[in-house]
């Protein structure tokens, strides 16, 4: 399928809050700090493709084969990149733990 910039950036977001879920609160339960340990490494990751420093490759490695395909490709622009960067650090580095985008949104629109 294909998408603009603006629904692959919204479809990102999603993404990575449905993994943020997933994570917390699934059982069994993971320790807070297990569950950060895991999203920071997800950023880790997620960041070094967006940036190119690391090859598509690195997400099948992680289990995120297919996961972000339409998202994250060749095809990016820097643009899309960027937005992805900042949004991967928004959502995952500096709140790893809000499970609802909007939570994020309201605090970031202040």
Do not use: W
Not at 10 to 17: A, H, K
Not at 44 to 55: G, P, Y
Not at 66 to 76: C, E, P, S, T, Y
């Amino acid at each position: 399928m294909s998408y603009n910039d603006t629904e692959k950036v919204s479809l990102f977001r999603n993404v990575i809050n449905n993994i943020k879920k997933e994570v917390i609160l699934n059982k069994p339960k993971k320790s807070p700090e297990e569950a950060a340990r895991i999203l920071l490494n997800l950023h880790r990751v997620l960041t070094s493709v967006i940036k190119r420093k690391r090859d598509f490759s690195s997400l099948k490695e992680n289990n995120l084969e297919g996961v972000f395909d339409d998202i994250i490709n060749d095809a990016m622009t820097s643009q899309l990149a960027d937005k992805l960067e900042y949004y991967c650090n928004r959502d995952l580095y500096e709140n790893p733990m809000a499970i609802e985008i909007k939570h994020i949104n309201v605090q970031y629109s202040q």
